[in-house]
């Protein structure tokens, strides 16, 4: 079982399309995960069914007793995040304010606040239209420890990927450089960086390369709407060149890409025959390539 995880340095640039179409040629053969907890929507492309679902807790919350509060305001002077204010003589814990550092219940002169585990989050397991299965997630309002919930995911799609003996596991990743992205890229085979010829485009692939070659893991790189700016383009090309990066495709501007999202589809399955249809497929190939000669360098030197 190998993976590929697809990342971006921003958002906005195709990377879930992409995603989506790499999990539909692939069909059975691939276990798909994503990893873009925050705003997850590759369940929205795959007709995900939500089959099961477990509550993810991580950190924890303030919870004032007000049977055993004497309302001394002792937390509410010594909250340094303000998460504490009072309303009709009671005193209130905020959720979204509260970091769970647990100063306030060892200030309680009544030990009326005590720190239980905070629900961060909830992960699924769907049936997809593919044939095969997602593992995705949705990180809760103001909650954090994006980065936990991404470990969550990844460890569930590799037991699952193993158990079911899935060639691969196809994982989409964060757009960025966060916490949520590192824990993308543990463990990954190869990555696929998406970016796109814009300014911002180009200065977050800088950001996001530099934290893949930190990582020493292998990548190869998809220009998405190259032909807006072909001369940032070329730059572009230029900048992965000298950083090792294969340019594996060059997606032209298309609406196509909205057209098939609004029809909830991978531009794959939306239509097959394009020509952007043609170059991710040629891309997917390319990327097997890549791993398969990966396996053959690794079985190479373990013999020797």
Same mark, same amino acid.
């Given at each position: 079982? &190998?993976?590929?995880?697809?990342?971006?340095?921003?958002?906005?640039?195709?990377?879930?399309?992409?995603?989506?179409?790499?999990?539909?040629?692939?069909?059975?053969?691939?276990?798909?995960?994503?990893?873009?907890?925050?705003?997850?929507?590759?369940?929205?492309?795959?007709?995900?069914?939500?089959?099961?679902?477990?509550?993810?807790?991580?950190?924890?919350?303030?919870?004032?007793?007000?049977?055993?509060?004497?309302?001394?305001?002792?937390?509410? &002077?010594?909250?340094?995040?303000?998460?504490?204010?009072?309303?009709?003589?009671?005193?209130?814990?905020?959720?979204?304010?509260?970091?769970?550092?647990? =100063?306030?219940?060892?200030?309680?002169?009544?030990d009326?606040?005590?720190?239980?585990?905070?629900?961060?989050?909830?992960? =699924?397991?769907?049936?997809? +239209?593919?044939?095969?299965?997602?593992?995705?997630?949705?990180?809760?309002?103001?909650?954090?420890?994006?980065?936990?919930?991404?470990?969550?995911?990844?460890?569930?799609? +590799?037991?699952?990927?193993?158990?079911?003996?899935?060639?691969?596991?196809?994982?989409?990743?964060?757009?960025g450089?966060?916490?949520?992205?590192?824990?993308?890229?543990?463990?990954?085979?190869?990555?696929?960086?998406?970016?796109?010829?814009s300014?911002?485009?180009f200065?977050?692939?800088?950001?996001?390369?530099?934290l893949?070659?930190?990582?020493?893991?292998?990548?190869?790189?998809?220009?998405?709407? =190259?032909?807006?700016?072909?001369?940032?383009?070329?730059k572009?090309?230029?900048?992965?060149?000298?950083?090792?990066?294969?340019?594996?495709?060059?997606?032209?501007?298309?609406?196509?890409?909205s057209?098939?999202?609004?029809?909830?589809?991978?531009?794959?399955?939306?239509?097959?025959?394009?020509?952007?249809?043609?170059?991710?497929?040629?891309?997917?190939?390319?990327?097997?390539?890549?791993?398969? &000669?990966?396996?053959?360098?690794?079985?190479?030197y373990?013999?020797?």
């Amino acid at each position: 079982m &190998r993976e590929i995880v697809i990342i971006s340095g921003k958002g906005g640039t195709g990377k879930s399309s992409i995603s989506a179409s790499f999990a539909y040629l692939e069909k059975s053969n691939a276990l798909i995960t994503d990893c873009d907890v925050d705003a997850a929507n590759l369940h929205l492309l795959l007709d995900a069914d939500f089959e099961e679902s477990e509550e993810f807790y991580s950190g924890k919350l303030a919870v004032i007793d007000n049977e055993e509060c004497l309302s001394c305001g002792a937390c509410l &002077r010594g909250c340094k995040f303000e998460a504490i204010t009072k309303e009709n003589n009671k005193l209130i814990v905020d959720a979204i304010l509260c970091e769970g550092c647990g =100063y306030c219940s060892q200030i309680c002169p009544t030990d009326a606040i005590r720190m239980k585990d905070q629900k961060a989050g909830d992960l =699924y397991i769907s049936n997809i +239209k593919t044939g095969s299965k997602l593992i995705h997630a949705k990180l809760g309002f103001g909650a954090e420890n994006s980065g936990k919930l991404v470990s969550k995911v990844k460890k569930e799609g +590799k037991i699952l990927a193993l158990k079911q003996n899935k060639e691969f596991v196809i994982t989409d990743g964060s757009p960025g450089i966060g916490c949520s992205v590192i824990s993308s890229l543990s463990g990954a085979n190869l990555v696929v960086i998406v970016t796109e010829a814009s300014k911002s485009g180009f200065h977050d692939l800088q950001r996001v390369v530099e934290l893949v070659k930190s990582f020493e893991l292998e990548a190869i790189c998809i220009i998405n709407k =190259y032909d807006l700016n072909q001369e940032l383009s070329e730059k572009i090309e230029q900048y992965l060149k000298r950083k090792k990066i294969k340019v594996v495709s060059k997606l032209p501007y298309n609406e196509i890409f909205s057209e098939a999202l609004v029809h909830s589809q991978s531009l794959i399955e939306f239509d097959k025959d394009c020509e952007i249809s043609n170059l991710i497929n040629e891309s997917w190939n390319e990327i097997k390539w890549t791993i398969r &000669r990966q396996d053959n360098e690794n079985s190479f030197y373990s013999n020797k």
